[in-house]
């Protein structure tokens, strides 16, 4: 099964940068939720964002519910994108394809030079209430419950007729996922930057923590202040992470020029 997946097209002023962050929004989300961060982190980082079937540009495509399918598509292609020194981010369901996506590309020896995820840990992931087939109406009730949409995207009628199947397809994605499995997953090679927030009850500080068991590298867990999408909420969170990005990226650039 052939899965279209799309990127944000590279700025040309990005062409000398040294580092690539490539990024994965939460669920039913698309790259246009990363445009502050695609323009504001230019020239230094050239920032990617992945907008997958069913929403944004690919709206008009049917989304994907299984989890092999999406994610060797994914990798087909970002490993054009590993030619340089590059970190990989994933908020709330885009964190298990994050993840799922760097398990990939360590296996074909192209892992991330560091891993950011902004949700539970794999191993903590099992939803027991299954919400995906519900009827339109507890759907949408079980989304706002959780927190999991933005507020102005649910109040939009006409939007969220178009997302829906978007939706439906990423949480029957989460309801699969195999945690107990993920508990025996080889750790991965890269550092990961484990993120919060101290108010979002879905996501509590011992699930953010239980990524240190994901990595044989170094583990780093940061709490910042807002609820489940602080990441764009919070005025502090962009710049910080910007920061420890580069920080990261040209760090390991150095170590190529010296061991070169």
Same mark, same amino acid.
């Given at each position: ?14 062409? !000398?940068?040294? !580092?690539?962050?490539?990024? /994965? ?31 944004g540009r690919l709206m008009d495509q049917s989304p994907v519910e299984s989890w092999p399918d999406l994610i060797e598509s994914i990798v087909t292609r970002l490993q054009p994108l590993a030619d340089r020194p590059f970190a990989i ?29 902004? !949700? ?84 509590? /500080? ?12 170094? /583990? ?5 202040? !807002? ?9 502090? /969170? ?23």
């Open positions: 099964m052939s899965v279209e997946i799309a990127l944000t097209p590279q700025n040309p002023t990005h062409a !000398g940068l040294s !580092g690539r962050l490539v990024c /994965f929004p939460h669920a039913g989300g698309a790259a246009e939720r990363f445009h502050d961060w695609i323009s504001g982190f230019a020239p230094v980082l050239d920032v990617r964002a992945v907008t997958l079937p069913g929403r981010f994933g908020h709330s369901f885009g964190a298990r394809l994050a993840y799922e996506v760097t398990r990939a590309l360590a296996d074909d020896e192209q892992a991330p030079n560091l891993l950011i995820v902004a !949700g539970p840990a794999p191993q903590m992931a099992q939803r027991d209430r299954k919400i995906s087939g519900l009827p339109r109406p507890a759907f949408l009730a079980e989304i706002e419950a959780i927190n999991g949409t933005p507020p102005e995207v649910l109040a939009n009628t006409d939007l969220m007729d178009r997302m829906l199947p978007a939706l439906r397809a990423d949480f029957a994605l989460l309801e699969t996922y195999e945690a107990d499995r993920a508990s025996k997953h080889s750790p991965l090679p890269c550092p990961i930057l484990a993120v919060g927030s101290d108010n979002d009850p879905q996501v509590p /500080f011992h699930s953010i923590l239980g990524w240190r068991h994901r990595t044989r590298s170094r /583990f780093e867990c940061r709490l910042f202040a !807002g609820d489940h999408f602080f990441p764009f909420t919070n005025p502090d /969170f962009a710049d910080t992470l910007f920061d420890y990005v580069d920080d990261a990226l040209n760090e390991h650039t150095k170590d190529l020029h010296r061991a070169g």
